[in-house]
């Protein structure tokens, strides 16, 4: 079966970059994106309602953070992605939630500053 799971993001990396090895041992690289986010009234199709959404971004494949490192990511910059959605839930306090994250499979920096 074919991987349906895909995500399609572009925004502004909106935190310091942390590149760090996980307890296996791996390699990984994290930030924030800013993504803009734009919505629709119902009743009135052509009024929107600008808001930012922040997605919590993960790179693991070493080619992906080679590339993020040889580039110099930073907060601010621009990039595009193409990645799979994770999700996992978590208990807080005595509340069961679900935590969403997007695992990279391919990523461009476009620099702006």
């Given at each position: 079966m074919k991987d349906t799971n895909i995500v399609i993001l572009a925004g502004r990396v909106g935190e310091n970059v942390k590149f760090g090895v996980a307890q296996n041992g791996?390699?990984?690289c994290?930030?924030?994106l800013e993504v803009d986010a734009y919505s629709r009234d119902m009743h009135d199709s052509t009024e929107r309602d600008y808001s930012k959404t922040l997605v919590r971004i993960f790179v693991y494949?070493?080619?992906?953070l080679a590339y993020l490192e040889r580039v110099g990511i930073?907060?601010?910059?621009?990039v595009q992605l193409l990645a799979r959605l994770n999700s996992h839930k978590t208990e807080v306090g005595n509340k069961n939630?679900?935590?969403?994250?997007?695992?990279v499979r391919d990523i461009s920096v476009i620099k702006t500053q």
């Open positions: 791996n390699k990984y994290t930030f924030i494949d070493k080619s992906q930073k907060q601010g910059n621009f939630i679900i935590q969403n994250s997007v695992i």
